[in-house]
């Protein structure tokens, strides 16, 4: 079964939390059971029921939007994630570091 990355602040909560339900049962087949499951959001695209409603459904941690985390005011429900793309140096992924704080 190959899945796609969609949209998920275009779909409705239900759909989002059976494919994410779903997509979680395939990786514990394989690898085996996990206690700590992390969903990031393709795109970043998310919605405040699409996290309410993973949050209810088992997801510890969830990954969305591009910037940086600051621990005084750190969320497991809305991690904050850098999009470093692959043919970015080590310099350069340091750069975007810094240029985020």
């Known amino acids: ?36 499951k992390v969903f990031a959001y393709p795109y970043g695209a998310y919605t405040k029921e699409t996290v309410r409603t993973l949050k209810l459904n088992g997801i510890d941690m969830q ?20 999009d470093i793309p692959c043919e970015m140096t080590g310099g350069e992924i340091i750069e975007e570091i810094n240029c985020t704080n």
């Open 1 to 36: 079964m190959k899945k796609t990355l969609v949209f998920y602040d275009k779909l409705s909560a239900r759909t989002i939390r059976d494919d994410v339900i779903e997509s979680y049962k395939i990786i514990e087949e394989k690898l085996g059971n996990k206690k700590l």
């Open 63 to 82: 990954v969305y939007d591009i910037g940086m985390n600051h621990s005084n005011n750190f969320n497991n429900d809305y991690i904050k994630r850098i």
